[in-house]
């Protein structure tokens, strides 16, 4: 069974300001992370995924996100925000490389505020 | 390229009727999932097809939510008996299979 936490229900950050979005899962197996976008009234769009290989993984618009096993973590991460940033972020997690047989997990999701 | 489609956006109903709701995957994906969104929280998955085989529906809430895709391309959801727990946004996701989740806009559905 997968489970994912994410700290912080709202984070706030000025424009142009580093965006640090946390996520912690839990997994009986090697998990499969990703990081999804919803803005208000939409669907869910993928920022990012980790499978296997490098740890550090790049997304759209300037994010990225690192698997940290020992921490069981995948933090989201952009060095600088922008005002189209605000929205509801999503970690996710699997057991399968597209969320086979058992969907995707999802935490309660962050919103991300963005002070011009 | 067309993302996945979802009909309707908005639906409003009165305790008791039955909805359905549909889900377009993208063209060539195999796989399809249904979700359910309460306000405040992550999407719940409730079930999953592979083609047109339902193979995964535990998840399901209970025994009014039932899902088909019957030539394996476009499914419905349908609520039958519908109850004011159940107002939520429900959202549809494709894949190809092994590869990541597409979503659709969602269906908002209100119980009056």
Known sequence: AQSVTQLGSHVSVSEGALVLLRCNYSSSVPPYLFWYVQYPNQGLQLLLKYTTGATLVKGINGFEAEFKKSETSF????????MSDAAEYFCAVSAYSGGGADGLTFGKGTHLIIQP | DTG??????????????????????ISEHNRLYWYRQTLGQGPEFLTYFQNEAQLEKSRLLSDRFSAERPKGSFSTLEIQRTEQGDSAMYLCASSLMGYEQYFGPGTRLTVT
């Not at chain 2, 996945?4 to 995957?25: A, E, L």
């Open chain 1, 75 to 82: 933090h989201l991460t952009k060095p600088s925000a922008h």
């Open chain 2, 4 to 25: 996945v489609s979802q009909d309707p956006r908005h639906k409003i109903t009165k305790r008791g009727q039955n909805v359905t709701f549909r889900c377009d995957p």
